[in-house]
T-cell receptor
Framework: KAGVTQTPRYLIKTRGQQVTLSCSPI?????VSWYQQTPGQGLQFLFE???????NKGNFPGRFSGRQFSNSRSEMNVSTLELGDSALYLC?????????????FGPGTRLTVL | AQKITQTQPGMFVQEKEAVTLDCTYD???????LFWYKQPSSGEMIFLIY??????QNATEGRYSLNFQKARKSANLVISASQLGDSAMYFC??????????FGTGTSLTVIP
């Protein structure tokens, strides 16, 4: 089975621009979560999507948004980029059977904001 | 309160020795899962091992074992016979039923030849 894929792998943007990141989960996985990882803040949860609905949300401003399509693929969008948005963005998918459900991560998208 | 606490920012271990990475968690939900992930310098998070809250036995996966002490809310990762390739960040995580994953701040492990 193919793993979680994320595109693009690397991205350079300037302040004020917007960006869209894409995530394709493992086949059959219905839950997709997004995380932001920075050296200073560690791994922070952005949001989780299940069956095209946002099920859980982290503490991020409204500039960060996401969606999930009927094939479980997910996108996240960051509008009006700030320097502090430079980070590794990780996507993870799971089957979603409850507490015992393992999340599998993609390779991440490394975003640099200049 | 923090859901997951990893108190060791950095650890060193001699090659071929065993090492224990600490993790404590906080939940009032009786149904939850505990996970450990490894993140090498390349950045990808690699799933290592899972322990369910109702599992009676400690989980093991090859050289990895999870020392689950439910009453103490502790889920320490034990790596036996450390190898140079084990040098990485290690994250402990928990998921309550239907809820998001909570991750700790991680422990940086360095294996010394």
């Amino acid at each position: 089975k193919a793993g979680v894929t994320q595109t693009p792998r690397y991205l350079i943007k300037t302040r004020g621009q917007q960006v869209t990141l894409s995530c394709s989960p493992i086949s059959g996985h219905r839950s997709v979560s997004w995380y932001q990882q920075t050296p200073g803040q560690g791994l922070q949860f952005l949001f989780e999507y299940f069956s095209e609905t946002q099920r859980n949300k982290g503490n991020f401003p409204g500039r960060f948004s996401g969606r999930q399509f009927s094939n479980s693929r997910s996108e996240m969008n960051v509008s009006t980029l700030e320097l502090g948005d430079s980070a590794l963005y990780l996507c993870a998918s799971s089957l979603d059977r409850g507490g015992g459900d393992t999340q599998y991560f993609g390779p991440g998208t490394r975003l640099t904001v200049l | 309160a923090q859901k997951i606490t990893q108190t060791q920012p950095g650890m060193f271990v001699q090659e071929k020795e065993a090492v224990t990475l600490d993790c404590t968690y906080d939940t009032s939900d009786p149904s939850y899962g505990l996970f450990w992930y490894k993140q090498p310098s390349s950045g990808e998070m690699i799933f290592l091992i899972y322990q369910g809250s109702y599992d009676q036995q400690n989980a093991t996966e090859g050289r990895y074992s999870l020392n689950f002490q439910k009453a103490r809310k502790s889920a320490n990762l034990v790596i036996s016979a450390s190898q140079l390739g084990d040098s990485a960040m290690y994250f402990c995580a928990m998921r309550e039923y239907g809820n998001q994953f909570y991750f700790g701040t991680g422990t940086s492990l360095t294996v010394i030849p």
